[in-house]
T-cell receptor, first 113, second 116 residues
């Protein structure tokens, strides 16, 4: 079946540091890939997405590139802020067959001033 | 545009009791999802509706869980009887197009269920 693996957290950084959260997936065909963010006390919200190989999703200074050859969709940001502290979820939606979206376990990011 | 609404936000029940959760998706969204999120894990899909029909319920424990989406709008998820392992956050999400999960999903705030 499909699966998503994220790096374990928490990831603890100082403000303005560079962020990478690793995400790899297992799926047949060409799934769509997503990053969702969950701020404390709130629901999940879409951060960015990519629907085909080599696509780059970007939003609010975050970026992720769909790498088919390495089955990866790593999340990056050049300079994090305290307000980026949240839990980040990598997810995939299959391209055919099962309609079941699959989420990773989430990675907690803590940014200190 | 109003977001996905869920109620209640919190619920505490004893095992073997029943409980129901309500979800109102974003207006016009055809697809509605219910997820179970156990502490420390990612959301797990329970059931997906497109309009008022079920697209996938393969991961719904049908001996105790049921869900319906009357008139293709609001939805309710019921657990009867509840077990200790049902303690989790229940998330509702919706998406706009009929292409289903390849579209971005919009999530509600969730209902935190504690079974004692």
């Amino acid at each position: 079946g499909n699966s998503v693996t994220q790096m374990e957290g928490p990831v603890t950084l100082s403000e303005e540091a560079f962020l990478t959260i690793n995400c790899t997936y297992t799926a047949t065909g060409y799934p769509s890939l997503f990053w969702y963010v969950q701020y404390p006390g709130e629901g999940l919200q879409l951060l960015l997405k990519a629907t085909k190989a080599d696509d780059k999703g970007s939003n609010k200074g975050f970026e992720a590139t769909y790498r088919k050859e390495t089955t990866s969709f790593h999340l990056e940001k050049g300079s994090v802020q305290v307000s980026d502290s949240a839990v980040y979820f990598c997810a995939l939606s299959p391209s055919g067959g099962s309609y079941i979206p699959t989420f990773g376990r989430g990675t907690s990011l803590i940014v200190h001033p | 545009e109003a977001g996905v609404a869920q109620s209640p936000r919190y619920k505490i029940i004893e095992k073997r009791q029943s409980v129901a959760f309500w979800c109102n998706p974003i207006s016009g969204h055809a697809t509605l999802y219910w997820y179970q999120q156990i502490l420390g894990q990612g959301p797990k899909l329970l059931i997906q509706f497109q309009n008022n029909g079920v697209v996938d319920d393969s991961q719904l424990p049908k001996d105790r869980f049921s869900a319906e989406r009357l008139k293709g709008v609001d939805s309710t998820l019921k657990i009867q009887p509840a077990k200790l392992e049902d303690s989790a956050v229940y998330l509702c999400a919706s998406s706009a197009r009929t292409s289903g999960p390849r579209e971005a999903q919009y999530f509600g705030p969730g209902t935190r269920l504690t079974v004692l």
